[in-house]
């Protein structure tokens, strides 16, 4: 091709060698086996079709930046219009009245009327079968208003495989791997992504290019946390001592739970090896995950050690602070908060006795990874809420050791579905708090519409009357012309006159830190008893006595968000709700979601459904500005099963070089270890390096 379109495909898809183009697979295929007849088409929804006749006419109509082409289209039954608003007088010259054609696009009504805008067209071939399944490749704006079209795209890509050299081109996959597996050879694969004969032969190259695609990301990844396990020390911390005893025997409030005692004693276990540990824990609101971080601070305390805990908001690290200094007093444990509206002269005190060491346990915010912060020896590092860090912010705490890099725990009240935290985390340590304290029920969840606001009010009413307390969560500040939301102002304006016995505070995110504060702690010492928010309230509000949680248009907001919110009900002993407001008028997939939130409290399954529903991208910390590498065809919500197969892949091919691809580990039980030939393992090694050129070391920041 030339310059100019070569220069389009890089700027617009970033292709720029044949085997980016290789593998620019379609996004999606399509059935071209059938015709419709224009009277085939009903109401609703349509798919892309396609249809045989000829142009009966053509006009041109409007003016200036509405000039469009309109022409007559008949399969000899019935006519349809068909829409040009780009290089019309190109498409009226190429086209001609009489010939047989066929177009294939997306057909819309509109006042009774059937019409396809810029569909695909070709002369019609008797000769020729119908050509059964075709891929849709990606094309933006800019290529299709330069005349790039889709059967440019599919002639670019079959003169490539045409091409005798493409035929040459070794297999990424080791020979041995496609054997094991049973996946379909490459150069047939990549055919039949392009072009495919069948269905079945589609779904099966479809298996092998995730296949491979993950099994490179899984290896990859792998190869680095092996790199961590092997080469970064840690604090050897071999005793349990008095601070720990003394807690556990004479101040613990309530037994641990099973699940409480397994995370501590894998996070004991950690401590003594030599090399730092770098844990995630998971669990649910309520799950007793602040406890488990509190003892293993006290590990680092009763070796020599200080500890740190920091936290995506002030109002979540001062209730930190404040529970973490009931629980530490009785053990003469010194802690002290470090957040920005830490006043000059209590910040001086406090980094002086922090490079003393008078300073046991230090709870902030991001105001902990300033320069000016220095401990006299972090051995334990513990992030909440870890995915409200940048990954960059989660790294500068890493540095913070003085004479090593601490323990790292990161803990997240946001369950991160299997397939995600196993591809993303590699063979990093995660721990899962899977049982409740003893006492906590599960929140009634309901879904009510606006027609029952009554019966709504009169469950507030009762829970009022007995002593409890009520959040109502707004998704808007104020009223938006241009969105049909209910906001936090109107909503505490209702509140105010239905509810007016009762004390009503509010808190958004908007709101100065002192006034934030003030309004936080009317809520919780309970003067107020309906606290009006957005979404602010939803990590950081511990409040036993809440029993209530409306969520208004609750269609707008994640699965995963709304069991954050439901958490913070609940946790007293009395029985809770949580109300989930919504329109009637939702889409089916809406409701499906909202519906999940009534019939399950179990947040890995919440997690699970809303990845299946909204995809990866912001389930996770790292995520937050898309995944870590790039996934062209699989599916992390989708490909759990072959996820695991590519990662058992990965470690049989690991163990089976060792030292080739990573530095030499104890094989993983239960793998059968496979030795590649030399040539296959030149092939992984140049795999690894064209797919990953830049290394970044996700398993050294948590």
Sequence with gaps: MGEARAGLLAKELDIHTFRDLLYNFPFRHVDRSRFYRIADLRHGEL????????????????????????????????????????KTKAIKAMLRIGEEYVIFGKPAEYRGVWSMAHPEIER???????????????????????????????????????DPRTARVADPLPRQLVERYHLMPFAEAVREMHFPTGHASLAKAIERMKFEELFYVEIHILRFSRSRGEKTPGYVFPKIGRCFNDFFFKVLPFQLTGAQKRVLHEIRDDMRTGRQMNRLLQGDVGCGKTMVAFMTMLMAVDNDCQAALMAPTEILAEQHAETLRQWAEPICIRVELLTGSTRAA????????????????LVGTHALIEDKVEFRRLGVAVIDEQHRFGVAQRSRMWTKGTLMAPHVLVMTATPIPRTLAMTVY??????????????????????????????VDRLIFSQLREGRQVYIVYPLITENEKLDLKSLEE??????????????????????????????????SGEARIMVATTVIEVGVNVPNASVMVIENAERFGLSQLHQLRGRVGRGADKSYCILMSHQKIGADTRRRLSIMTETTDGFLIAEA?????????????????????????????????????????????????????PRATPRPGVAPLPLSEPDSRTVSSEIARRFAVDVDWSRIS
């Excluded at 000829?54 to 006519?79: H, I, P, T, W």
């Excluded at 000769?127 to 094309?139: A, D, E, H, V």
């Excluded at 795209?153 to 079959?158: D, H, K, P, Q, T």
């Excluded at 509810?499 to 808190?507: A, F, N």
Aim: charged share 30%.
């Design 47 to 86: 798919p892309a079709i396609q249809i045989k006749g000829c142009f009966v006419n053509f006009r041109e109509e409007g003016e200036g930046l509405r000039k469009r082409l309109v022409a007559a289209f008949s399969d000899g039954a019935r006519l349809m219009e068909v829409v040009w608003f780009a």
């Design 124 to 162: 019609f071939d008797p000769s020729k079968p119908p050509s059964g399944l075709r891929g849709i490749y990606s094309l933006t704006d800019t290529m299709r208003k330069r005349g790039f079209s889709m059967q440019k795209m599919r002639e670019i890509v079959g003169n490539l495989l045409d």
């Design 346 to 361: 209590a910040r001086r005190e406090i980094l002086a006795s922090l490079a003393s060491g008078d300073i046991h346990i």
């Design 426 to 455: 590699g063979d990093l340590e995660v721990s899962v708090i899977d049982e409740l304290p003893p006492g906590r029920k599960p929140v009634d969840t309901w879904l009510r519409y606006d027609d029952n606001r009554i019966e």
């Design 491 to 524: 909503g505490y304006r209702r509140t105010c006159e239905v509810y007016s016995k009762w004390p009503v505070c509010y808190v958004h995110g908007r709101m100065k830190p002192a006034e934030k504060d003030y309004q936080m702690g009317r809520f919780v």
């Design 610 to 662: 809303d990845m299946k529903l909204r995809g990866p991208g912001d389930m996770e910390g790292t995520l937050q500005s898309g995944l870590a590498f790039n996934l062209k065809v699989s599916d992390l919500a989708r490909d759990g099963q072959i996820v695991a197969l590519a990662r058992r892949a990965a470690f049989e091919v690991l163990d089976g070089n060792p030292g080739r691809f990573a």
